[in-house]
């Protein structure tokens, strides 16, 4: 299994709008081939940072994921939305689970 988490640095007054523009999020990623799970993670305290959290049969899967339109379309959205809540930055984690349920 692939795993490949995005922590959005994104200031607190900005993050009610950022989840909320995820609210379709898990439909979609439902229908994306090799994704196991899709979660958009709120934190428990303020000086932690969002994460949207995806779980993958594959890192191909991830992959073919990420060169898609699906995925060119979703942040095609983000660049759009950018001056209503400005993501100051992400730091992207990938890994591979060597241990799971
Ligand atoms: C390059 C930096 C990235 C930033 C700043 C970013 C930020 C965002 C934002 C703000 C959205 C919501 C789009 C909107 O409605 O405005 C989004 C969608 C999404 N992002 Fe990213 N993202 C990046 C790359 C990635 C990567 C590498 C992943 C891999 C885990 C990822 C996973 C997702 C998922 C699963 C969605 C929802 C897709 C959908 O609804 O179809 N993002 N991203």
């Not at 990623?29 to 995806?54: A, S, W």
């Amino acid at each position: 299994m692939y795993v490949v988490m995005n922590e959005l640095h994104v200031p607190v007054e900005g993050r009610e709008n950022v989840a909320n523009r995820f609210a379709e999020s898990s439909e979609k990623m439902k229908h994306v081939p090799g994704c196991l799970d899709f979660m958009f993670l709120n934190p428990e305290e303020d000086d932690n940072f969002q994460i949207v959290l995806t779980k993958w049969e594959s890192k191909e899967d991830y992959e073919a994921w990420v060169n898609s339109d699906s995925f060119k379309h979703a942040h095609k959205k983000r660049r759009e939305n950018l001056d209503k809540s400005p993501t100051s930055g992400n730091k992207i984690y990938e890994y591979h689970a060597r241990h799971h349920l």
